[in-house]
């Protein structure tokens, strides 16, 4: 098994920013890609952003510009640097892990942190 442990969130105004960590622990061989969801109220999750173990960066739209991801591989760990908070940012922040077990890869999710942020 696999433990995501996230930090960071919180609530804010509008402008300011938030940096997020997640911490995978456990029965770990590599994890290829590591990224970050976001689910609002009512709303389905979405992708925020993910990055490889090559620091390949993918953004969603809505955060390109703004939001910076980052990855410690020798950790096991992820940050998400949020600068330039929007009311719209505000939902629970999910960070996913996809381990490599060599004959399967296995997706795990964090307990989600919340972030609010306030006009």
């Known amino acids: 098994q696999v433990q995501l442990v996230e930090s960071g969130g919180g609530l804010v105004q509008a402008g300011e920013s938030l940096r997020l960590s997640c911490a995978a622990s456990g029965s770990i061989f590599s994890i290829p890609t590591m990224g970050w969801f976001r689910q609002a109220p009512g709303k389905q999750r979405e992708l925020v952003a993910t990055i490889t173990s090559g620091s390949v960066t993918v953004y969603a739209d809505s955060v390109e510009g703004r939001f910076t991801i980052s990855r410690d591989n020798a950790k096991n760990t992820i940050f998400l640097q949020m600068n330039s908070l929007k009311p719209e940012d505000t939902a629970v922040y999910y960070c996913?892990?996809?381990?490599?077990?060599?004959?399967?890869?296995?997706?795990?999710w964090g307990q989600g942190t919340q972030v609010t942020v306030s006009s």
């Open positions: 996913r892990a996809d381990v490599d077990y060599g004959f399967k890869i296995q997706g795990f």
